[in-house]
T-cell receptor
Framework: AQRVTQPEKLLSVFKGAPVELKCNYSYSGSPELFWYVQYSRQRLQLLLRHISRESIKGFTADLNKGETSFHLKKPFAQEEDSAMYYCAPLSGGSNYKLTFGKGTLLTVNP | DTGVSQNPRHKITKRGQNVTFRCDPISEHNRLYWYRQTLGQGPEFLTYFQNEAQLEKSRLLSDRFSAERPKGSFSTLEIQRTEQGDSAMYLC????????????FGPGTRLTVL
């Protein structure tokens, strides 16, 4: 069965510390993967997609096909990074349906 | 504002009543999605429209749920004979065809069934 797992519901770090939000997937083929973020009182929005290989707000995510992982990383966390983060693959064979993980709530303490 | 809008933002209803939610997507987007989110969960896919055609409907949607997108513009999601288990945040999102998984979400409609 196709599944996306974010093993940590909560993650708390101090400002300036590195942060890694984990995402593992079990999908056939080569799914396209995304990270979405929801800041407090704001709507859900796209943070980054793996095919663009870009860094957004200092975050990067590397697709590891061997480990079927797509972890989100930032070397120095900021307080404004505190938010809910969702990993979302495009469902196998679909070019339109995102399946969201349960999310990780990141808190960056001063 | 050219973003996705949803109305109402909050709805409280009694069990057994019918409710209808509206979503206005970004005007040039031909794809429209409905998701449902409950506490502690990520958004769950409900249904997808390309223009006016409903191309996929999740097994999560019982026969009490129906969605429409007349003329490929706004969309409505109706829940008949609401149950307490229907209480959730209902999210609408839109995208353009080449964008794949790049969805633009609305603020959501929070439904509480008493």
């Amino acid at each position: 069965a196709q599944r996306v797992t974010q093993p940590e519901k909560l993650l708390s770090v101090f400002k300036g510390a590195p942060v890694e939000l984990k995402c593992n997937y079990s999908y056939s083929g080569s799914p396209e993967l995304f990270w979405y973020v929801q800041y407090s009182r704001q709507r859900l929005q796209l943070l980054l997609r793996h095919i663009s290989r870009e860094s957004i707000k200092g975050f990067t995510a590397d697709l590891n096909k061997g480990e079927t992982s797509f972890h989100l990383k930032k070397p120095f966390a900021q307080e404004e990074d505190s938010a809910m983060y969702y990993c979302a693959p495009l469902s196998g064979g679909s070019n339109y349906k995102l399946t969201f993980g349960k999310g990780t709530l990141l808190t960056v303490n001063p | 504002d050219t973003g996705v809008s949803q109305n109402p933002r909050h709805k409280i209803t009694k069990r057994g009543q019918n409710v209808t939610f509206r979503c206005d997507p970004i005007s040039e987007h031909n794809r429209l999605y409905w998701y449902r989110q409950t506490l502690g969960q990520g958004p769950e896919f409900l249904t997808y429209f390309q223009n006016e055609a409903q191309l996929e409907k999740s097994r999560l949607l019982s026969d009490r749920f129906s969605a429409e997108r007349p003329k490929g513009s706004f969309s409505t999601l109706e829940i008949q004979r609401t149950e307490q288990g229907d209480s959730a945040m209902y999210l609408c999102a839109s995208s353009s065809t080449p964008a794949g998984g790049q969805l633009f979400f609305g603020p959501g409609t929070r439904l509480t069934v008493l």
